[in-house]
């Protein structure tokens, strides 16, 4: 569960950090779109990707989210093993770039329309967590 405190984290287009392992073991965290409805949390990538590939190596993974400056402090996290694959991931790439873009921007509506002639370029990404943390 979310706490109702935290919930404000969720009211707007915010970008995640993906923690994932390499391969030898170290951390690394990478920005991400996120689509998180209460039970799990959607993201896609493009499948040739070095975040696919490290996910397919080792689905475990952390998802935070954090408030900005101006914000009461706050963060969420969920973490657990990420999928990879199943329908949807080219609709949600198209989604979330209506969240998090101005599709008035010409350079930004250009990459939506080649996303849109090109769905299957991309994979989704699935975390069902098995725990949710929040400070």
Known sequence: MIDEAKAFLLEGPRVAT????????????VPVWFDWDGEVVRMFAAGDS???DR?????AASLVIHNTVDEPEAWIAWDGD????????????LRLARRY?????PSRKATYDAWAEAPDTFVLLV???SRIRSG
């Open 18 to 29: 993906l923690v994932m392992v390499r391969d030898d073991g170290s951390p690394i965290g």
């Open 127 to 129: 975390m069902t967590p």
């Open 101 to 105: 873009w101005d599709l008035d921007d």
């Open 55 to 59: 996910l397919r190596d080792r689905p």
């Open 82 to 93: 990420v999928t990879i694959g199943g329908p949807g991931a080219g609709e949600l790439a």
């Open 50 to 52: 070095k975040k696919v």
